[in-house]
Protein backbone atom coordinates (compact mmCIF):
# COMPACT_ATOMS: atom_id res chain seq x y z
CA UNK A 1 0.00 0.00 0.00
CA UNK A 2 1.51 3.32 -0.92
CA UNK A 3 1.47 6.29 1.34
CA UNK A 4 -1.70 8.11 -0.14
CA UNK A 5 -3.86 5.11 0.02
CA UNK A 6 -3.12 4.09 3.43
CA UNK A 7 -4.11 7.89 4.77
CA UNK A 8 -7.16 7.45 2.47
CA UNK A 9 -7.86 4.22 4.54
CA UNK A 10 -7.45 5.62 8.10
CA UNK A 11 -9.48 8.39 7.11
CA UNK A 12 -12.21 6.59 6.00
CA UNK A 13 -12.18 4.72 8.95
CA UNK A 14 -12.04 7.28 11.42
CA UNK A 15 -15.45 8.47 9.94
CA UNK A 16 -17.32 5.27 9.92
CA UNK A 17 -20.00 4.63 13.34
CA UNK A 18 -18.26 1.75 13.98
CA UNK A 19 -14.59 3.36 14.45
CA UNK A 20 -16.18 6.28 16.20
CA UNK A 21 -18.23 4.07 18.33
CA UNK A 22 -14.79 1.88 19.75
CA UNK A 23 -13.10 5.19 20.50
CA UNK A 24 -15.73 6.40 22.25
CA UNK A 25 -15.87 3.18 24.64
CA UNK A 26 -12.17 3.05 24.79
CA UNK A 27 -11.98 7.02 25.83
CA UNK A 28 -15.08 6.09 28.20
CA UNK A 29 -13.74 3.34 29.80
CA UNK A 30 -10.38 5.22 30.98
CA UNK A 31 -7.98 2.95 28.75
CA UNK A 32 -6.44 6.86 27.52
CA UNK A 33 -6.10 8.32 30.87
CA UNK A 34 -3.39 9.82 32.13
CA UNK A 35 -1.25 9.37 35.66
CA UNK A 36 -1.23 11.77 38.59
CA UNK A 37 1.02 12.32 40.70
CA UNK A 38 0.60 13.67 43.94
CA UNK A 39 2.98 16.74 44.70
CA UNK A 40 1.32 18.16 48.02
CA UNK A 41 -1.46 18.19 50.38
CA UNK A 42 -2.32 21.14 52.55
CA UNK A 43 -4.43 23.54 53.90
CA UNK A 44 -5.03 26.89 52.04
CA UNK A 45 -3.23 29.75 53.22
CA UNK A 46 -4.87 32.85 53.88
CA UNK A 47 -8.39 31.17 53.93
CA UNK A 48 -9.76 33.61 56.11
CA UNK A 49 -8.91 36.70 54.26
CA UNK A 50 -10.70 35.99 50.97
CA UNK A 51 -14.40 34.48 49.62
CA UNK A 52 -13.76 30.75 51.32
CA UNK A 53 -15.31 31.54 54.30
CA UNK A 54 -19.04 32.40 52.72
CA UNK A 55 -18.68 29.71 50.06
CA UNK A 56 -17.23 26.87 52.16
CA UNK A 57 -20.63 24.90 52.28
CA UNK A 58 -20.58 24.27 48.52
CA UNK A 59 -16.92 22.99 48.62
CA UNK A 60 -16.75 19.04 48.27
CA UNK A 61 -13.88 16.56 48.31
CA UNK A 62 -12.61 15.81 44.58
CA UNK A 63 -13.91 19.88 43.19
CA UNK A 64 -11.68 20.81 40.64
CA UNK A 65 -9.55 24.08 41.49
CA UNK A 66 -7.40 26.67 39.35
CA UNK A 67 -3.94 27.29 40.49
CA UNK A 68 -2.46 30.79 39.24
CA UNK A 69 1.10 31.64 39.75
CA UNK A 70 1.28 34.96 40.68
CA UNK A 71 5.11 36.04 40.36
CA UNK A 72 4.37 39.90 40.36
CA UNK A 73 3.92 39.35 44.44
CA UNK A 74 5.50 41.87 46.82
CA UNK A 75 5.74 39.27 49.61
CA UNK A 76 6.30 36.27 47.67
CA UNK A 77 7.71 35.59 44.28
CA UNK A 78 6.44 31.74 44.04
CA UNK A 79 2.87 33.08 45.23
CA UNK A 80 0.73 30.84 44.12
CA UNK A 81 -3.10 31.48 44.27
CA UNK A 82 -6.34 29.05 44.65
CA UNK A 83 -9.55 30.21 42.83
CA UNK A 84 -13.24 28.55 42.45
CA UNK A 85 -15.45 29.34 39.83
CA UNK A 86 -13.73 32.96 40.63
CA UNK A 87 -13.83 32.88 44.12
CA UNK A 88 -10.97 33.32 45.74
CA UNK A 89 -9.73 30.45 48.16
CA UNK A 90 -6.30 31.92 49.23
CA UNK A 91 -2.52 30.91 48.61
CA UNK A 92 -0.80 27.42 48.62
CA UNK A 93 1.51 27.91 51.66
CA UNK A 94 4.53 29.29 51.55
CA UNK A 95 6.64 26.43 52.38
CA UNK A 96 5.08 24.00 49.41
CA UNK A 97 4.69 26.83 46.54
CA UNK A 98 8.31 27.02 45.02
CA UNK A 99 8.32 23.95 42.80
CA UNK A 100 4.30 24.04 42.03
CA UNK A 101 4.75 27.99 41.13
CA UNK A 102 8.14 27.34 38.85
CA UNK A 103 5.88 24.45 37.32
CA UNK A 104 2.29 26.46 36.38
CA UNK A 105 5.19 28.68 35.19
CA UNK A 106 6.54 25.84 32.29
CA UNK A 107 2.90 25.53 31.28
CA UNK A 108 2.91 21.95 33.25
CA UNK A 109 -0.60 20.21 33.70
CA UNK A 110 -1.22 20.81 37.29
CA UNK A 111 -4.45 19.59 38.54
CA UNK A 112 -5.67 21.12 42.12
CA UNK A 113 -8.41 19.79 44.22
CA UNK A 114 -10.38 19.36 47.44
CA UNK A 115 -8.97 17.07 49.25
CA UNK A 116 -10.93 17.78 52.50
CA UNK A 117 -13.77 19.69 54.45
CA UNK A 118 -13.85 21.24 57.47
CA UNK A 119 -16.34 24.26 58.48
CA UNK A 120 -16.49 23.68 61.75
CA UNK A 121 -12.94 23.85 62.35
CA UNK A 122 -11.09 27.00 62.61
CA UNK A 123 -10.81 29.08 59.46
CA UNK A 124 -7.49 28.37 58.68
CA UNK A 125 -8.17 24.89 59.17
CA UNK A 126 -11.43 24.92 56.86
CA UNK A 127 -9.88 23.48 53.28
CA UNK A 128 -7.40 21.21 52.55
CA UNK A 129 -5.97 20.71 48.75
CA UNK A 130 -3.87 18.22 46.73
CA UNK A 131 -2.00 19.52 44.03
CA UNK A 132 -1.15 16.28 41.37
CA UNK A 133 1.16 16.31 38.40
CA UNK A 134 -0.75 15.02 35.13
CA UNK A 135 1.34 13.01 32.85
Not at 31 to 37: D, G, M, Y
Not at 92 to 98: F, V
Request: a positive charge; charged letters at 20%.
Amino acid sequence: MNQTTRRKFILWMASTPFFTSVLNKLTHANLFKFQRFLLNRFTVAGFQYYSGKNIIHQLKGGDCLLLRAEPQNIYDEFAVEIFYEGHKLGYIPRSDNKHISRLLRQDAKLCCEVFEVSPESEPWAMLKVQVFLNV
